[in-house]
């Protein structure tokens, strides 16, 4: 073979791999959108640790590798520092752990530090492409909320099979383990839907109303206290920076004329389930102060404990300790209980990882750009979350660290937009 034969054949074989390796790579982006979808919805199914949204993360990591649509941006960076921080922090306070054995305790901070690279993950693959990435996202988690929403509705009025499965405590919890989770799961894409609601064209207003009105039972039907006070903050906020932000003088007309409305056909959906004995009650009993909340061993005592022993173990008492001594309860508390379970050091980073995300996200939102709407849900579901953590733990709710990427991610491509996406309501998800 002559020298110009190998090198013909060289050049054959180089644009052979260059057409392999660009079939691999649009391959894999097409999957890795269909991916993406189905470990957003797969949220909605947290009932065992690791869950199906762990599991399927694991290969929308694996496409992200080949898909060629993934890079990491610069301005995520402070994102990843806290996460790396992070890490050798928790794994100091799992080996801090008396009673709980080791293997539970890393497996614990395992979880936490894998949803808390989701953050970073998530942040960086909706940088790319905002608009399209997020439209995707929120398609795939209303899919979820809408179904869960159902799921829990009427498996707590008892008119499906298996409703028991979707209950705990006579509270809807759908596929999740506890109903204070599975309400505060269904605010972020009703925020979506409210947004469109006031916003959209009447046709599309009207379906994206009755995703409202469907997600805002669900919330009511958990029960949880602090769902309720999330869903009304949330609805408040999302109305306000849409109002003074984002709608000019008719908008603004409608969206007062649709407060009213809304008012009165939530109070009637609301009323309508009040009307049910059963449902009347436990509202009552729910609605009053609860005995766990009271006394030396309450919901506010073992918080006071809680922060003694956090100030006197620097590294942390590990995961699953606290229920272990005086007080067989969980503190309920976020932010006392991230210094007992991942140390001083692991809690800052959490801590930090809230106050950076809000300080992101309300920085932004007062600044226009097409992407406004995109990021107002977004924040307007992020800070009521951080004040509901002073009063619950949620170090290991998935949709919490997906939202706080998200924000991340946004803010990190703010003005990014493409073909079509830059008029003042192409954002509307």
């Given at each position: 073979?002559?020298?110009?034969?190998?090198?013909?054949?060289?050049?054959?074989?180089?644009?052979?791999?260059?057409?392999?390796?660009?079939?691999?790579?649009?391959?894999?982006?097409?999957?890795?959108?269909?991916?993406?979808?189905?470990?957003?919805?797969?949220?909605?199914?947290?009932?065992?640790?690791?869950?199906?949204?762990?599991?399927?993360?694991?290969?929308?990591?694996?496409?992200?590798?080949f898909a060629g649509s993934f890079a990491f941006h610069r301005s995520t960076l402070g994102l990843m520092v806290l996460w790396m921080m992070f890490i050798p922090f928790a794994f100091i306070a799992a080996f801090q752990t008396r009673f709980t054995p080791l293997t539970d305790a890393l497996l614990f901070q395992v979880v936490t530090i894998f949803l808390f690279f989701t953050s970073y993950w998530v942040a960086n693959y909706v940088a790319q492409a905002p608009q399209a990435r997020m439209r995707l996202i929120v398609t795939a988690y209303t899919a979820a909320a809408v179904v869960s929403a159902l799921l829990g509705t009427l498996g707590y009025l008892g008119v499906i099979p298996g409703h028991d499965l979707f209950t705990l405590y006579g509270r809807a919890k759908a596929l999740f383990n506890d109903p204070n989770v599975f309400?505060?799961?269904?605010?972020?894409?009703?925020?979506?839907?409210?947004?469109?609601?006031?916003?959209?064209?009447?046709?599309?207003?009207?379906?994206?109303?009755?995703?409202?009105?469907?997600?805002?039972?669900?919330?009511?039907?958990?029960?949880?206290?602090?769902?309720?006070?999330?869903?009304?903050?949330?609805?408040?906020?999302?109305?306000?920076?849409?109002?003074?932000?984002?709608?000019?003088?008719?908008?603004?007309?409608?969206?007062?004329?649709?407060?009213?409305?809304?008012?009165?056909?939530?109070?009637?959906?609301?009323?309508?389930?009040?009307?049910?004995?059963?449902?009347?009650?436990?509202?009552?009993?729910?609605?009053?102060?609860q005995n766990y909340d009271e006394g030396d061993s309450g919901r506010f005592g073992r918080q006071g404990y809680a922060f003694e022993l956090a100030i006197a173990h620097p590294l942390g008492l590990g995961p699953l300790e606290f229920r272990n001594l005086r007080i067989r309860e969980e503190p309920h508390d976020s932010y006392v209980n991230v210094l007992h379970v991942y140390g001083w050091g692991g809690g800052l980073m959490f801590i930090l990882f809230i106050g950076t995300t809000i300080w992101r996200g309300l920085r932004y939102v007062v600044q226009g750009s097409p992407n406004r709407l995109l990021l107002i849900p977004l924040i307007s579901v992020f800070v009521p979350l951080s004040i509901e953590a002073a009063i619950i733990d949620l170090d290991h709710w998935r949709h919490f660290f997906l939202v706080g990427g998200l924000i991340w991610g946004v803010t990190a491509a703010y003005r990014k937009t493409g073909p079509g996406e830059e008029t003042r309501l192409a954002a509307l998800i």
């Open positions: 073979m002559s020298v110009a034969d190998a090198r013909i054949g060289v050049s054959e074989w180089s644009r052979a791999a260059a057409r392999g390796g660009s079939y691999v790579k649009s391959r894999s982006s097409a999957l890795l959108g269909w991916l993406v979808a189905f470990w957003v919805f797969s949220g909605s199914a947290v009932i065992t640790e690791p869950s199906p949204y762990e599991l399927s993360f694991m290969l929308v990591l694996g496409v992200s590798l309400g505060p799961f269904l605010i972020l894409p009703a925020m979506y839907a409210l947004q469109r609601t006031l916003l959209a064209a009447p046709k599309q207003a009207a379906w994206a109303g009755l995703v409202v009105m469907v997600l805002a039972v669900g919330v009511f039907a958990s029960f949880s206290r602090g769902a309720w006070g999330h869903l009304a903050a949330s609805a408040l906020m999302v109305y306000l920076l849409c109002f003074v932000f984002v709608a000019n003088a008719r908008e603004q007309v409608r969206m007062l004329i649709l407060a009213l409305v809304g008012a009165m056909l939530l109070a009637v959906a609301i009323g309508g389930l009040l009307s049910i004995p059963s449902v009347q009650r436990l509202f009552e009993v729910r609605a009053t102060a």
